[in-house]
């Protein structure tokens, strides 16, 4: 099943992207066995000033650099490969390229040998410099062929990190194959976010269907009776019958407003909104609330539903006894985050995959966060929730 974009255009599916950019990649380390060497003595014979063959050399390494790993350089001249960074960044590309192609003659050797041995049979043994195929055939090829294989594509990556790390010391650099992981992910979250508005219909209308529908149908039938009444006193007590369930009800639906969406946290902030947590809550909580700034209403929101919302299945599922709920922002790798922790003393054994906590991940996903579960069997289980403050 293939998944349209935004454009109407299909994307292909995960596996097959990821296929095309390790050979990508296995192609471009191949081609560095090549092309560094070349931009190496180019920029050798620069020093005596013969500059053409470099200038060609290095829109060749511009080119396979940005065909094979997807890099977009700031400086798309390639003025920052000059004088020694060229000889250093050519003798790299050439001694990768030379690893590689001694991982692919590897490769060549385990599937060729194992492919000849299988049709020939017993009586043909082929022997390398350091490898020897025999029987079974079919299970070297299996076996090693495929691990061979992988291990060629993990190096690959191996050599475009290194590559691209060098390169950012001299210019800024991007990958567009980091992009497409992006545009794939936010794909998958976006779908996330459109089954969780869904769930969450679906929850409110069994709210409203299995509680304020029935106690509205509950006091139209005590009015009624209270109508029809002969008696003064028992249509009275009819009439009292009623203003109690009317007061049940306007607490009722204030409880399922306040789940759909409180308007504490609009008006007085997620502090507010997590106190409200804390002291309607049957399991005791215990907030460790440690924010120095405002936060992004988008954020906040965020922070709240998946607190209420761990609260509750401890409530539910957990036989808990406390809930110790802490929200501090912290630091990492250059990003400023939002952290919500909620641990409980309960059972454990929390499902990751479950609907509960596949609804709070999906929500946390949607501002390019992340939720971790840690619930081995007999508790303690925590729930992590980092959010983005950006």
Same mark, same amino acid.
């Given at each position: ?18 296929? =095309?950019?390790? &050979? ?6 191949? %081609? /560095?066995?090549?092309? *560094?060497? !070349? @931009?190496? $003595?180019? +920029? ?40 020694? =960074?060229?000889? &250093? ?6 001694? %990768? /390229?030379?690893?590689? *192609?001694? !991982? @692919?003659? $590897?490769? +060549? ?282």
């Amino acid at each position: 099943m293939r998944l349209p974009d935004l454009s109407g255009h299909q994307l292909p599916r995960e596996p097959l992207r990821l296929a =095309r950019r390790s &050979l990508r990649h296995v192609a471009g380390a191949l %081609l /560095g066995l090549l092309v *560094g060497p !070349l @931009l190496v $003595l180019t +920029a050798l014979l620069q020093l005596v000033r013969w500059r053409g063959p470099f200038r060609r050399v290095r829109r060749w390494e511009l080119a396979r650099l940005g065909w094979a790993y997807r890099l977009q350089l700031e400086d798309a001249t390639g003025g920052f490969l000059g004088g020694r =960074r060229s000889l &250093l960044h050519g003798a790299l590309a050439g001694m %990768l /390229g030379y690893v590689m *192609g001694d !991982l @692919l003659m $590897l490769v +060549a050797a385990v599937v060729l040998g194992s492919l000849v041995q299988s049709l020939y049979g017993s009586a043909v043994i082929i022997e390398f410099d350091l490898w020897a195929i025999s029987r079974p055939a079919p299970a070297v090829l299996l076996i090693f062929g495929t691990s061979s294989l992988l291990a060629a594509a993990l190096y690959a990556e191996f050599v475009v990190w290194l590559q691209t790390t060098l390169l950012r010391r001299w210019t800024s650099v991007m990958r567009a194959d980091a992009m497409d992981s992006r545009i794939s992910r936010l794909l998958t979250t976006r779908r996330g976010v459109v089954v969780a508005i869904d769930d969450e219909r679906r929850r409110i209308e069994r709210d409203l269907h299995d509680g304020v529908q029935q106690n509205v149908v509950s006091l139209s039938v005590t009015l009624a009776r209270a109508r029809r009444a002969g008696d003064p006193e028992r249509s009275a007590a009819l009439l009292d019958q009623a203003h109690t369930q009317s007061q049940a009800l306007i607490e009722e639906v204030r409880q399922v407003a306040w789940r759909i969406y409180p308007t504490a946290l609009d008006e007085h902030g997620l502090a507010s909104a997590l106190d409200g947590v804390a002291e309607t809550s049957p399991v005791p909580v215990h907030l460790d609330l440690r924010l120095e700034d405002e936060l992004p209403q988008a954020v906040e929101s965020a922070a709240y539903f998946v607190a209420r919302e761990a609260v509750t299945n401890v409530v539910k599922h957990a036989g808990a006894s406390r809930v110790d709920l802490t929200l501090v922002t912290i630091e990492e790798a250059g990003r400023e985050l939002l952290r919500l922790t909620v641990t409980d003393d309960g059972i454990g054994g929390a499902d990751p995959e479950g609907g509960g906590l596949q609804g709070l991940a999906r929500r946390v996903a949607a501002l390019d966060g992340s939720v971790s579960v840690d619930s081995p069997l007999g508790g303690p289980t925590t729930i992590t929730a980092e959010i983005p403050r950006d």
